[in-house]
């Protein structure tokens, strides 16, 4: 009877996501406080909802934190749930002075007062969000790495040219070119069965067009201060791992080293995606995404 329940509360969560993902901005009467947070030389767009245990979303490093929308308001049905644009990305200033994401991220908990959370990283977020833990193990209950990267494994020229779909990192110079580039053409970013998903994100992208891979977002970076791949046997705390299964072979690298480092950790594949699970399957990533919450009694 027990499993019978679970089966059934995992198929109204898929549904549920389901129905989001046909109308994201539909909030339930659920209230969204939005603004800025003033961060070291900088400013931070920040959307927060719901009451309960803390959450907070952080994005990739190509589009802003909209592209949480099939998950933002479910989750604040039952937690408080965070999502933020990191600096250089969406409605946040762009750097103009030198900065730290981990710093910056420090700041959102100072501000909104959130004493702990659960922290979920897409892509260079879930490096972020690794990089957080270790410096803030305190601040940390839990961790969802979806695509994410450690810092320390490196990448392969497969990596940096896309397979060969990239003949030259300078045909991605200008904004238009490189967001058609990842949206649209690039093998790993987007599944290419995932239409849909494609045509949401080319909205994201082109409504606050901000180069993807712009080196001005990085040139005033602070590094973190210690590597993360030799350090992950310091982050104790319940660790989901998830990876499309067309994502690019280093992500999946990077994917099984998290989970060697890390002692609590799981991993799992999600079908029929790229690197944008979140936005490719919404209806697999927030069943996943629930079942965990429920192991550490939370939930949608």
């Given amino acids: 009877m027990k499993k019978y329940i679970m089966y059934l509360c995992l198929m109204v969560a898929m549904a549920a ?5 046909q109308n994201p901005v539909n ?12 961060v070291d030389g900088g400013k931070l767009y920040y959307e927060a909802a719901g009451k309960g245990a803390n959450i907070v979303l952080l994005h990739d490093g190509m589009v802003p934190c909209s592209i949480w929308d099939e998950q933002f ?10 999502r933020y644009d990191r600096r250089g990305f ?19 908990f100072v501000k909104l007062e959130l004493d702990r959370a659960i922290v979920f990283g897409m892509s260079s977020g879930g490096g972020l969000a690794i990089d957080f833990t270790l410096k803030y193990p305190a601040k940390v209950r839990g961790l969802v790495l979806v695509g994410a990267v450690v810092g320390g494994l490196g990448y392969t020229s497969h990596m940096i040219n896309r397979g060969g779909h990239l003949k030259s990192p300078k045909d991605l110079a200008d904004t238009e070119k490189a967001i058609q580039y990842f949206v649209m053409d690039d093998p790993y970013e ?11 994100v080319m909205k994201i992208m082109t409504s606050n067009p901000k180069h993807p891979g712009s080196k001005e977002k990085y040139a005033m970076l602070k590094p973190p201060e210690r590597t993360a791949l030799m350090f992950l046997s310091e982050i104790r705390v319940p660790t989901l791992i998830l990876a499309g299964e067309f994502d690019i072979p280093d992500v999946h690298a ?7 480092g890390i002692a609590n950790s799981t991993r799992q594949i999600i079908p029929k995606s790229g690197h944008l699970i979140p936005i490719e399957q919404p209806g697999l990533f927030n ?3 629930f079942d965990f919450l429920e192991e550490l009694s939370l939930g949608f």
């Fill in 73 to 82: 308001l479910m989750l604040a049905k039952s937690n408080r749930v965070v």
């Fill in 17 to 21: 996501s389901n129905a989001l993902a």
């Fill in 27 to 38: 909030s339930n009467a659920i209230s969204v406080d939005s603004g800025y947070l003033n």
């Fill in 254 to 260: 990077h994917a099984g080293a998290i989970d060697a």
């Fill in 90 to 108: 969406g409605k946040s200033t762009d750097p103009d002075t030198t900065y730290s994401h981990i710093e910056d991220l420090n700041q959102v």
């Fill in 287 to 289: 069943a996943a995404v």
């Fill in 190 to 200: 987007i599944y290419h069965e995932n239409v849909q998903a494609k045509e949401r």
